[in-house]
C-alpha cells in the first residue's frame, strides 16, 4: 500500500503518508508503537484507524494498491 501512495505522489519525501488518516491506518497496520512525546497521539491514530476500517476507507487503499507493488 504505501509503494502506491509513493507512486501516486500520497507521501512526503520521508515517504510518510500525507493524509494523517493513512498514516494512522499505516502505523496500525505494521503494528507500530509510539514513542516519548508522540506516544500522546496513539490513542488518537487508534480512534482514526478504527473509524476509517469502519467506514471501508481501508478495503478502499487495499483495492487501490493491490497491484502497484
Do not use: H
Not at 14 to 39: C, D, I, W, Y
Amino acid at each position: 500500500m504505501l509503494k502506491g501512495l509513493e507512486v501516486d505522489g500520497r507521501v512526503t519525501k520521508a515517504s510518510t503518508p500525507k493524509k494523517l488518516v493513512e498514516l494512522a491506518l499505516f502505523v496500525r497496520l505494521n503494528n507500530s508503537r509510539m514513542m516519548g512525546f508522540q506516544k500522546i497521539v496513539e490513542p488518537f491514530f487508534t480512534y482514526l484507524s478504527e473509524r476509517a476500517i469502519k467506514k471501508g476507507y481501508l478495503d478502499t487503499l487495499m483495492k487501490g494498491y493491490e497491484n502497484k507493488s
